[in-house]
Every structure is written in structure tokens, then in C-alpha cells.
């Protein structure tokens, strides 16, 4: 129903309309107007989204002012025709010609302050006598409801009205569309960083009136005294504000006192996640928040305020807040007082340990670079924090502060005691090898953990550290993710880096910065490192040898990478191979299946992956960068790409790839497109499977790089191409020689006949097991390539063929359908572009890709599933060929062992003149040793 325009005139409502330009009209109502006591005079109510505009009564219409409907305070009824507005600007009374027309505008008024401050508290009254008529009857009033996000765009835009800016249509169209579309209930300033200050403002005061969002958030941001302003106006109305996040927008120094005043007005503030790193809140500000706390009836659920510039008075302050509001204890899970220098050096931190030393809810604690006691602190943990803390970083702090060699007890029972600990973070601190030992033993003594990422790095542990790592670390089961870079181990690394090998737990290492040794131990360091990840039952999934300055030796880790069968992840960077390291890279590529992420994880201070998620987030990658690569090593990689087919994505080796443009743009531009071309355009399915299948089944190879490998066997002399393949094959391989060898001293043994056959069927099995891989692999829906799958996608797209098909005849009898209607005398002519189509001729077929319909979804749609079921059948093959192959050689072993009884038997042939029986009718084949 439209809005009544009482007696307007056409005329006149068309005039008005013009006036007002663009804005839709709600209501449109003569009225009197009181301009002075006992006179009024005759206007026109125009009430559009955000404004009641009066004109005069006559044509044309004349504007005689404007009202922001948000000016209104108060809306009453002096009698059943008469509605007085109390605005900012003083009040305003209004007489209207029937009580309808007095409570259709007390309603639209009402309507639109309902849109614009949905959550606001009412700032009108209407008294009960003479009551008003609000059963709606406008159109507005009637589609008026919950709009999107809250009602955002709505106070949004009525905000901008009562401030005289033109309102931002993307801002309400990302509300309304991304944030609405995608739940986020955290405004994010950084989505509308291109506003002015003033437009921005205005974005952040209408979360005040919101009930949708639930979270402020602005990151690496520079805030305006303005917008900062109103960051404090919502916390103050806002009644669903529950996150404040604001790191390094350069907040002003009386900005945490100001958001103390702000929560102290708030009647029930919601506020439960404060986080206000980098930012200068100073010992004054941290005061004033903590006041605050004392009343927060929930607590908080996160506090984050490191590089705050914090000092004692707010430690203070704030340990007494948390000591003394109990719903701190069972709601704080998160703390964060990191990177405040000198915060815990004083006697003013006890209040904070007494609260730590209580039972609490706490999950995450971030104490780094505060001149944190460790012993004082872990006495602390010990009685309030074993149950649930997970993530503890103490990095950067010293073990004690008082000069004494004694390590408290309570270091081992804290790290024995502990039930939930899945990061640790101890980095940069000076542990005595005493405190060192505490802290292994207890994590040996845990039967609780699993996975824990231990941070070591920096800690100038060196040789009594390595003696006491050798010592205990292969018995701890608990660390799955070490970090011991930049330790000055050095030489150390002899007789640690085998102990490491020998805790099966351990699944991601980082030794980066621990090779300042000459050239010869270097290289004896690196042999038993590329021993470790040789072994069958390597546990190790990461490595990281990072900015270590290995330069050429790092060819004899590469050459180890080619076929290894553990490692999916190594950090090479900043070792500077230079292009020999990148040539030899580009051949461990050509035949690793299983290496998928080179580089781009750092230890120390750097990120660190959890421990317990997926290295590769985005399939099998290469990142690689900071080693001295030129156009000829770029070329060289995109060389080994055409061979590689597990690798999907490879990140810009920026640096590199930077330098190497300098001096051959042309060449290093032409090697790096081949490079990246290859993963984007990976196959997968069967060709996966059939491609990949290789190098799974060529393990470890003796290397065949000289004097880089040092377990070559004594035959081989380089160059071998896949002759050796895997410890297990050449195991089966010796083994086989054995019973041949045993074999022949018993020819024509009477006795040994039997066992003789035996070993002829399992030396033949032998010789076949060495094709088992490849011929399983060849196997099944993924290497056959015409499986159930492959044929119902072959039929469902028939199928959709089809339906394209008989769609495009369907459009082109609806296209001709309507083109005769429209213009019968052009269509009788029938005229195509190309020739005549319609008097019998026959009709053009519009061009479509040729296979689209089998294209869509034999290469798209089924690329993600035939590169799983590749990959499964690829696990498949691999564990029944290693159980076929044990079992043989359980088999070989025993039958090895009969025949070497027969031989002892005196009355063995040894010595005697062989018999005329051949190799070839005991059936044994001298082919399949390698020694």
C-alpha cells in the first residue's frame, strides 16, 4: 500500500519529486507547522530513507529545511492530530489533519529510526493517552525487517546522511554480499583501506549499533585519530563487540585509557578477546585496562600485548586484575605479554606467577623476551598449568637470575607432569647442560605426549648440549619436531647426528647453522646425515640444513634426495650450491616421487610448521630460493620438470631468480617459464601412476656419484642407472648370490636334492620379484586406464553430450521463435551471416569447443579423483611388493641355512670335480647378485 500524500496536489508531488532528486519518497503529507507560539503555518511533509525535508504548499516546491531522522531524541503526541519532535536543534511541532495522517508519520518516523539504530535503545516515547494508531499500513512499514549483516548497510547509510557524506555503495555491497555470503562476523578495516579517514569512520561507528558482528579487527594499518574515535564509540554502544584486535595502526598513547573509560560506560561490556600488539600502551594504559578487568563479569577469553612497552606498575596492575577477578581463571586461555624487555625482571611480576600458579584455563602462554626467570616460572607452571597448556614460547629469557649451578626439580616434574604440551619454544635461552638434562628426562618420564615440537634453537648448547642430547634423546618418545639450529655444534655433529637417527619418534629436524668445520669433517658429517635418511626405518619426514653455507657439499645431501623414500620436505635454502647444486637437484627430481617441498621452512625464529598438520597445504610443491642460481641452474630444473610428475606447485624463487634476471633476463625469463609450466599442467591418473611408478620402485640407490657416496657397493663404479635398487633388493640380491654359491658345492649331493629344488623355485621368484613393481603397478583402474570409473565418466558424458545438443536445438527454435515475432519481413528472408538458413537450407550449428562435454569431465571433474586412486594404488603396490619380498627373503634365509648344514656334512662334494649338471638345469640364475 503506498504511503497517503493527504491532499498533495499531482503538481505539487511531482515538483517535490524533482526537488529531491534521486531519494525515494516514503511519505508525502501536508502538515502546520508551529514557527511561533499560537501561529502556524501550512508545509509539506516529504519523508524519504533518512530525512523529513518541509516545502512550502505551493508549486513549485520550495525546500524550507531538512531533518536527519537520527537528530530526533524524543517523538511524543500532544494530542490525536498533533506529533512534537524534540530534535538537537530544539522542537518541533507539527499538526496534522487527521489522528491517521499523525500516526502514519509517528509510525514512519518510527520505521526508520528502527533501520538505522536497530539495536540502539529507544530515544522516543509515545505516551499511552492519546494513544497512536502503529498498525502498519505504508509500504515501508510493512517490508520493514532484519536486513543482512544486522542491518549494517542500513545505519551505515543513515550515518552518512546525518554527516553529510555521500554514502559508499561498495562498503554496504561487501557487507552485504562477502561478509554475509562467507558468515564473518570480524569487521576487518584493511577491506576498506582505500576510504578517507572521515568515510571510514563512519564504517566503524555503525558496528555500535549492530548485533552481527562480533569482532574488530585492523592489522598493519595506520588509524586516524578520527577512526580511532570511533573504534572506542562502538566498544562503548556496541551491545555484541566481543574481539578488539588492533596491531600496529599507530594508536595514540592515551588510547588504553581511553578504551578503560569506554568498557566503565559500557552497562554489560561483551568484550572477551583484546588484542593490542605493537602498540604504545605503557605502564599507565596497562593500569587503566586492568582496573576495567576487575568488573569484567565473564573475563577475558584472549589477551594479547606484546611489544607493548610494558613495565612493572602495569604488571603489576594487571597480575592483581587476574589474581582477583575469578572468572579470569576459568575463561583466560590465551596470554601474550612477548617482546616486552625487562617486564618480569622485577619482584612486580608475583602477582602474575601467584595466578599462573593457581588451577586455570589457560592453552596458550607467550612470555618471550620479558627477562622471564625460568625457574621461577616453571615452579609456577608446575602447580597450575599441567593439565591443559599446549603452546608455551619462554624464548629469549634467561634460565636464572641468580648465579648458582643448582637446576630445581621442578623442571623435570613440570615437563614429566604435563598432559596436553604441543609446542615449546625455548629458543635464544642460555640452558645449562644440568637444566638441559631436566628437561629430557622429563619428557622421557612422560607417557602423555606425542608430536611435541621442542625449540632449542640459538641456545649455545655446543659440545656439553651434544654429549647430553646423545646421552638421552633416544629414548624420548614424546618429541616428534626438534629444532636444534644455530647451536654451535660443529664438529659435534659426528656422533649427534647418528644419535638423532636413532630416535624413531623424531619426524621433522632442523640443523641449520651448525656446520662452521673444515671442509673434511664437513663431508664426514653430511655421509652420516645422508645415512640416517638411508636407513629402512628413517622416521624423519622434514629436514632442514638452512643458512648454512654448505656451498658444493651440498651435492652429496642432493644426491641422497634423488632416492630417498622418507623425506617429503627439505630446506635447502641459503647454502649458495650455486648452479652444480641446482644440476644436481634437477636429476633427484627426475626420479623422487617422494620429496614434495624443497626449502621454505626456517628454524629459530623463523616459522615454524605445527607439528601436527600437513606439510604441503596445497599438494606436492618445490620451494627452493637464496642459493646462487643463474639462468643456466633455472634451465636446468625446467629440464627436470618435463620428467618430474608428482610436483603441482612450485613459489617464485624470488632472490634468485632476481639476480639471475640482472644478467640473462632472456634465458633466465626463458627457464623459468618452462619451469613453472610443468606443474600447473600436471596429468594425472594413470599417467601418474604409470610415470611414478618407477621411482618408487628404485629406492635407495648406491648414489654412483664417486667419492660422494660412502656406502657404494664394492663392484659398483659409478654410473650404475638403476642397477641397485634399495637396500631390500640388494639385500635379496646377496642373499640369492649365497644360495647359489651353496648351491653349487652341493651338486650331485644325494641328500640335498630336495632343498636343491627348493632353492631353485625361490631363486626364480627372485629373479621375478625384481619386476613385481612395475607389473602391479601396471595393475588395476589407475594403470589400465579403462576402469569402472574411466567408463561411467565415458558415459556420462555421452550422456551430457547429448544434452547439449538437444539444448542448442532447443535455443535455436526459441531464438527463431522470437526473431519471427519481432520482424517477420527479415525473418521470411531468411539471411544468415554465411548463407541463406531458413527457405530449406540447412540451419548453421553455432561453434563449440570440439569434446566439451567429455573434456569437462574426463580431464576436470575426474583429475582429483584418479590422482587419489593413482596414489592409493601406488600405497598398495608398494606394501604388498615389501611383503612379498621379506617373505622371500625369510624364505631365502632358511634355505641358505639347510644347504649350509648339507655342505658341512662330510660327505659333501666340496673339492670334489663338479658334475655334469649345468647353472641352467639346477635352475639357478647367475644374474640376479649384485656381489
Request: proline residues 7%.
Amino acid at each position: 500500500m503506498a504511503p497517503p500524500a493527504g491532499d498533495v496536489s499531482r503538481e505539487l508531488q511531482e515538483s517535490i519529486r524533482r526537488a529531491l532528486g534521486r531519494p525515494r519518497i516514503h511519505l508525502l503529507l501536508r502538515a502546520r507547522l508551529e514557527t511561533k507560539p499560537r501561529r502556524l503555518e501550512e508545509r509539506i511533509l516529504a519523508l524519504t530513507a533518512w530525512r523529513l525535508h518541509l516545502f512550502g504548499p505551493t508549486a513549485p516546491a520550495k525546500a524550507e529545511g531538512s531533518l536527519s531522522v537520527l537528530e530526533i531524541r524524543c517523538i511524543s503526541a500532544t494530542s490525536p492530530t498533533q506529533v512534537r519532535l524534540d530534535t538537537e536543534r530544539g522542537p518541533l511541532a507539527l499538526a496534522l489533519a487527521t489522528p491517521a495522517a499523525a500516526a502514519c508519520l509517528a509510525r514512519e518516523l518510527g520505521a526508520a529510526l528502527g533501520r538505522a539504530l536497530p539495536c540502539a535503545p529507544p530515544v522516543w516515547t509515545l505516551p499511552p493517552a492519546p494513544p497512536l494508531d502503529t498498525s502498519p499500513t505504508s509500504e515501508s512499514s510493512a517490508s520493514s525487517g532484519p536486513s543482512v549483516c544486522g542491518g549494517f548497510s542500513d545505519t551505515y547509510a543513515a550515518l552518512c546522511d546525518y554527516n553529510g557524506l555521500s554514502c559508499r555503495e561498495e562498503v554496504q555491497w561487501d557487507v552485504d554480499t562477502l561478509y554475509h555470503a562467507g558468515e564473518r562476523r570480524c569487521f576487518d578495516l584493511r577491506d576498506f583501506s582505500h576510504l578517507e579517514s572521515r568515510e571510514l569512520a563512519l564504517a566503524v561507528a555503525a558496528l555500535g549499533y549492530n548485533r552481527w558482528f562480533r569482532g574488530l579487527c585492523c592489522r598493519d594499518l595506520r588509524l586516524s585519530s578520527e577512526v580511532q574515535a570511533q573504534v572506542l564509540h562502538a566498544v562503548r554502544r556496541s551491545p555484541a563487540l566481543e574481539e578488539l584486535i588492533l596491531d600496529n595502526v599507530g594508536l595514540n598513547t592515551d588510547f588504553a585509557s581511553r578504551l578503560a573509560t569506554a568498557l566503565a560506560a559500557h552497562p554489560d561490556p561483551p568484550l572477551r578477546c583484546l588484542e593490542l600488539p605493537r602498540g604504545p600502551l605503557g605502564d599507565k594504559g596497562l593500569a587503566a585496562l586492568s582496573q576495567r578487568f576487575l568488573g569484567l563479569p565473564g573475563g577475558l577469553r584472549r589477551l594479547r600485548l606484546p611489544h607493548c612497552s610494558l613495565g612493572a606498575r602495569g604488571l603489576a596492575a594487571l597480575g592483581r586484575a587476574l589474581g582477583t577477578n575469578p572468572a579470569f581463571r576459568s575463561a583466560l586461555q590465551l596470554l601474550d605479554l612477548g617482546h616486552n624487555p625487562g617486564l618480569l625482571g622485577s619482584p612486580h611480576g608475583a602477582d602474575l606467577f601467584a595466578f599462573l600458579a593457581q588451577p586455570n584455563a589457560l592453552l596458550h602462554l607467550d612470555l618471550a623476551s620479558t627477562d622471564c626467570a625460568l625457574d621461577v616460572l616453571f615452579g609456577a607452571l608446575l602447580h597450575g598449568c599441567c593439565s591443559r597448556l599446549s603452546y608455551l614460547n619462554v624464548a629469549g629469557n634467561s634460565f636464572c637470575h641468580r648465579k648458582t649451578r643448582e637446576v630445581p626439580p621442578t623442571l623435570q616434574q613440570f615437563f614429566c607432569s604435563t598432559f596436553a604440551l604441543s609446542h615449546i619454544s625455548l629458543a635464544g635461552v642460555r640452558l645449562p647442560p644440568d637444566a638441559l638434562r631436566s628437561l629430557l628426562q622429563g619428557l622421557a618420564a612422560n607417557t602423555h605426549l606425542s608430536d611435541l615440537h621442542l625449540d632449542l634453537s640459538g641456545c649455545e648448547l655446543r659440545s656439553p648440549g651434544a654429549r647430553v642430547l646423545e646421552e638421552l634423546l633416544g629414548g624420548i618418545s614424546a618429541v616428534g619436531s626438534l629444532d636444534l639450529s644455530d647451536n654451535g655444534f660443529d664438529a659435534d655433529l659426528l656422533t649427534l647426528v647418528p644419535a638423532l637417527g636413532r630416535n624413531k619418534a623424531l619426524k621433522h629436524l632442523w640443523l641449520g647453522k651448525n656446520f662452521s668445520v673444515k671442509a673434511r669433517t664437513l663431508e664426514e658429517i653430511l655421509h652420516k646425515l645422508v645415512q640416517v635418511i638411508q636407513e629402512d626405518d628413517c622416521s624423519l619426514q622434514s629436514l632442514s640444513v638452512a643458512e648454512s653455507r654448505l656451498k658444493a657439499r651440498t651435492c652429496i645431501l642432493v644426491n641422497a634426495l634423488g632416492s630417498n623414500a622418507c623425506l617429503a620436505k627439505v630446506d635447502l635454502s641459503g647454502n649458495f650450491m650455486e648452479d652444480m647444486g641446482a644440476k644436481m637437484l634437477a636429476k633427484a627430481l627426475q626420479i623422487n616421487s617422494t620429496l614434495r617441498w624443497v626449502g621454505g621452512f626456517t628454524g629459530g625464529s623463523g616459522v615454524v610448521p605445527p607439528p601436527r598438520c600437513h606439510l604441503w597445504s596445497h599438494g606436492r610443491s618445490l620451494i627452493w630460493d637464496r642459493n646462487n642460481t643463474t639462468a643456466v641452474g633455472f634451465q636446468d630444473i625446467a629440464r627436470a620438470m618435463e620428467s618430474n610428475h608428482t610436483l603441482t606447485f612450485m613459489a617464485l624463487p624470488l632472490c634468485d631468480l632476481t639476480a639471475a634476471y640482472r644478467s640473462a633476463p632472456e634465458r633466465t625469463d626463458t627457464g623459468w617459464q618452462q619451469t613453472s609450466r610443468f606443474p600447473s599442467s600436471r596429468s594425472s591418473g594413470a599417467s601418474y601412476a604409470m610415470a611414478a611408478a618407477p621411482r618408487y620402485h628404485q629406492s635407495r640407490c648406491c648414489g654412483c656419484s664417486g667419492a660422494l657416496s660412502p656406502a657404494r657397493p664394492s663392484n659398483c663404479q659409478g654410473g650404475c642407472q638403476g642397477c641397485c635398487q634399495g637396500d631390500v633388493l640388494q639385500m635379496l640380491c646377496r642373499l640369492s648370490g649365497r644360495v647359489q654359491a651353496a648351491a653349487r658345492g652341493l651338486r650331485g649331493h644325494p641328500g640335498a636334492q630336495r632343498d636343491l629344488a627348493e632353492a631353485q623355485e625361490l631363486l626364480r621368484e627372485a629373479r621375478n620379484a625384481r619386476a613385481l613393481f612395475p607389473s602391479l603397478a601396471a595393475l588395476g583402474p589407475a594403470g589400465a586406464g579403462a576402469g569402472p570409473l574411466q567408463l561411467l565418466l565415458q558415459g556420462v558424458a555421452g550422456d551430457v553430450a547429448k544434452a547439449v545438443d538437444k539444448e542448442l536445438e532447443v535455443l535455436l527454435e526459441a531464438l527463431l521463435g522470437r526473431a519471427a515475432e519481432l520482424c517477420p519481413r527479415a525473418t521470411a528472408a531468411g539471411v544468415w551471416p554465411g548463407g541463406a538458413w531458413l527457405g530449406g537450407a540447412p540451419r548453421p550449428r553455432p561453434p563449440l569447443p570440439p569434446g566439451l562435454a567429455p573434456g569437462a569431465l574426463l580431464e576436470r571433474a575426474g583429475e582429483e579423483i584418479r590422482e587419489q586412486l593413482g596414489e592409493v594404488q601406488l600405497a598398495l603396490v608398494t606394501s604388498l611388493t615389501q611383503a612379498v619380498v621379506a617373505e622371500l627373503l625369510r624364505e631365502l634365509r632358511r634355505v641358505h641355512q639347510a644347504l649350509a648344514q648339507h655342505l658341512q656334512d662330510p660327505r659333501s662334494p666340496q673339492g670334489q670335480e663338479p658334475s655334469n649338471s649345468t647353472d641352467e638345469e639346477l635352475g639357478i640364475d647367475v644374474g640376479v647378485g649384485c656381489t
